[in-house]
């Protein structure tokens, strides 16, 4: 079968499928024993030899997804320059080569999905496809009307306005408020640079969904397999 040399790399568990376009054109890929940077190249999974790192990229390994509950002092990457721990040293005993869908900041816990399908991951992450991610945080101050409406039509961060996202306040106390924010962008820090623009930063953020995906009572720390109908539904995006 014909496929794009980038989807190969991402269905063999390489990386994701945009990291993947980022080897390419950064020559680290081979077929046949030539580089190659085109990343519109296809390839015949069954005739063309591909290398990354010296090593045959194959394409057989088992699907895995996994749904980890992200506690706060960990990194979302597989290798941290400052050895900080990953959110990778929680998940023992999967033989495949896993990532990370997205990325939770070091200071946010919640919801964060590990798997080697990269195109699921590229369907979860690419901005086109509007996947809604529900966080629950704890602001400084109570947002009022003006400060609800500002954020609900969306504010400026880092000179771009945001999508407009949904907010609604959980709880009301002296110097907190708990809110229910719902984005469907994932840029670097959104909720928390949202919450700045509208003067009430974000003391603690969790992320309570992604999509249809609910973190539930799975416990801190903690990870589970997602169940057959949660993969039907990721596959269906
Ligand atoms: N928005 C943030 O600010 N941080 C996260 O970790 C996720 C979304």
New binding site residues.
């Given amino acids: 079968m014909e496929i794009r040399l980038q989807k190969y790399l991402a269905d063999a568990g390489i990386a994701s499928r945009r990291k993947a376009e980022e080897l390419i054109l950064a020559g680290k890929v081979t077929v046949n024993g030539k580089v190659v940077t085109e990343l519109g190249t296809k390839i015949d999974d069954k005739k063309d030899t591909v290398f990354f790192q010296g090593k045959k990229v194959e394409c057989k390994q088992e699907l895995v997804y996994i749904m980890l509950h992200k506690p706060e002092g960990y990194v979302t990457t597989v290798k941290d320059q400052f050895h900080r721990p990953t959110v990778l040293d929680l998940i023992s005993g999967i033989n495949e080569r896993i990532f990370p869908v997205g ?3 070091y ?2 816990s919640g919801l964060l999905l590990l798997t080697n399908d990269g195109d699921v991951t590229y369907r979860l992450t690419h901005p086109k496809h509007h996947i809604e ?1 529900v ?1 629950e945080a704890k602001l400084f101050g109570t947002p009022d009307p003006t400060d609800l409406a500002k954020f609900r039509r969306g504010v400026i961060i880092d000179g771009i306005r945001t999508q407009p996202a949904k907010i609604e306040i959980l709880e009301k106390g002296e110097k907190y408020s708990m809110v229910r924010i719902a ?1 469907v962008e ?1 840029r ?7 919450c700045e623009a509208i003067r009430h930063p ?1 003391a603690q ?1 969790k ?1 309570v969904a992604t999509g249809k995906l609910e973190l539930g009572d799975l416990p801190k720390g903690k990870y589970r397999h997602l169940t057959k109908s949660e993969i039907n539904y990721l596959k269906k995006l």
């Fill in positions: 990325r939770l900041d200071d946010t991610k966080y984005i994932g670097n820090r959104q909720v928390r640079k949202m974000v953020l992320r």
